[in-house]
């Protein structure tokens, strides 16, 4: 089997323990992982904390550190098939979507390389005239990251990219359910030549591992990607260092298909939406609200779509949908389109546990119209569609608003007025009109309600990763008059 180590302070380790990574594609264990306990967290802070105040990491300008950003963008980008490798072996995520992700994260790097040197303060034209008085952004402090096991090359960047950019340091936690492709990224990270300390890469549990740094009283901001539950065991440990945090949580996003939309391209888009990367998106479009006028025939063409997507072993270019991360994560699927089929849903496809190795979930429709279907409230976290119509526009709006989650939306329709509308009165972080699951570097993503809160993407998530500090400059040469009184 594979080994893999933790990287803390600039060298590689080993942690108190270590464990079994399982390929989802086959059930068995393919590698062994490091485990980092409270020891080892307690170290990895440490180090941030020492590079970020006594280092050499604070000394270098924002440009030199630019440069490593960009340094590390080409190290991304000439080991993409290596990693995507990786990170296919150890969450069944398929080659072809991890080759082209990790490819497109270098340009995570390289557009917060280029905000290094722009974060910029500002003058204030203050009330007092023997004052000069401007405000410097400065890095927020030690920051901890903790990513899930999907996507990670892509939503560590969208931390580390800022963060770094900002002038932090950081420690990061991979999900112990598949971290082997961020314990590899750590040695590109060290290749490019961050100074010790400034990128500790980490995985372990959440009691002995995640808790432990989260709650730590030299970490000052918590960026955390998973779901709702454990988000509150974050926000609940941030009271013992009073942390702030950035939260990127789960969604029940709505996709809405009005009759005069291009019915082909939005079949595509919700395949893409719903069923590509198993269904294991944060931004998976997973109701699909549809005009009653159209519901037939879409769902119809959607179901061949669904039936013709090809099931295989995710290291096959040719495979669509490869297996589910973990079993846990299918028999709770399997679960939830059971209680969803008590409730009235009907199966249009899929919805069966497939025989033979592996962690595999068949694409999956359930028309819910008329039903008060579990699975229209809950994430499913898998290839599972749920779909209701709609009569009017109005209905079609209170259908997509019906979550306590706000992340991600599509809109479908030719109407351009109507459009901006459903763009203007859908309550979600990200409104796709025409289009879906489409990502860049220079656009924030982030949601409302149960979805979370803070962005990432833009200038403004590197903005996140700083503080402001206000100067005062009194320019007057005369003796400060009456003490007791407030200048």
């Not at 936690?173 to 590109?188: I, Q, T, V, Y």
């Not at 290291?315 to 679960?335: N, S």
């Amino acid at each position: 089997m594979q080994r893999f180590q933790l990287y803390i302070d600039g060298a590689f380790c080993d942690g108190e323990a270590s464990f079994d990574s399982v390929d989802p594609a086959t059930g068995k264990a393919w590698a062994q992982m490091p485990e980092a306990r409270e020891a080892d967290v307690d170290r990895a802070v440490e180090s941030a904390h020492k590079a970020l105040y006594d280092g050499p990491w604070s000394k270098l300008t924002a440009t030199q550190r630019g440069k490593l950003l960009y340094k590390l963008a080409d190290l991304v980008a000439a080991n993409a098939a290596r990693l995507a490798e990786l990170e296919t072996l150890d969450t069944g995520k398929i080659i072809r979507e991890t080759s082209a992700q990790i490819a497109y994260v270098a340009e995570y790097y390289r557009y917060y390389a280029g905000i290094a040197d722009k974060i910029e303060g500002s003058y204030l034209p203050i009330d007092k005239p023997d004052m000069e008085v401007w405000l410097r952004r400065e890095p927020v402090g030690v920051v901890a990251m903790v990513v899930p096991w999907n996507s990670q090359l892509f939503l560590s960047a969208v931390k580390l990219g800022p963060a770094l950019a900002a002038g932090c340091t950081l420690v990061l936690k991979a999900s112990e359910d598949g971290p082997a492709p961020l314990l590899e990224f750590a040695r590109l990270v060290h290749e490019a030549g961050f100074p010790p300390g400034v990128v500790n890469i980490i995985t372990g549990f959440g009691p002995s591992c995640g808790a432990a740094l989260g709650r730590h009283p030299r970490i000052a901001h918590v960026a955390f990607t998973g779901g709702p539950e454990t988000a509150r065991h974050v926000v609940r440990n941030s009271a013992e260092n009073l942390a702030s945090t950035s939260l990127e949580l789960g969604g029940k996003s709505p996709f809405i298909v009005f009759a005069d939309a291009d019915l082909e391209s939005a079949a595509n888009a919700q395949v893409a939406g719903i069923f590509a990367a198993t269904g294991q998106s944060c931004v998976a479009g997973s109701r699909l609200i549809v005009e009653a006028s159209v519901k037939d025939r879409f769902l119809a063409l959607l179901k061949r779509k669904a039936e013709a997507v090809r099931i295989g072993s995710p290291l096959d270019m040719a495979t669509e949908v490869g297996p589910l991360a973990t079993a846990r994560q299918r028999q709770h699927i399997d679960a939830l389109v059971e209680r969803s089929s008590a409730a009235g849903a009907r199966v249009v496809t899929g919805g069966r546990v497939p025989v033979g190795e592996g962690f595999y979930y068949p694409p999956t429709i359930l028309d819910c119209d008329g039903v008060d279907s579990p699975s229209l409230a809950e994430e499913f976290f898998g290839p599972v569609l749920s779909v209701v119509s709609f009569e009017t526009e109005e209905e079609a709006l209170r259908l997509a608003n019906d979550t306590v989650y706000g992340l991600a939306s599509g809109v479908f329709t030719q109407n351009l007025t109507r459009a901006h509308r459903l763009m203007k009165g859908i309550r979600a972080g990200v409104v796709w009109v025409n289009t879906y699951r489409a990502v860049s570097p220079i656009a924030p993503f982030g949601g409302f309600g149960l979805s979370g809160h803070g962005r990432e993407g833009g200038l403004a998530a590197a903005l996140d990763y700083t503080r402001t500090k206000t100067v005062w400059l009194r320019t007057s040469d005369d003796p400060i008059p009456d003490p007791f009184v407030m200048r």
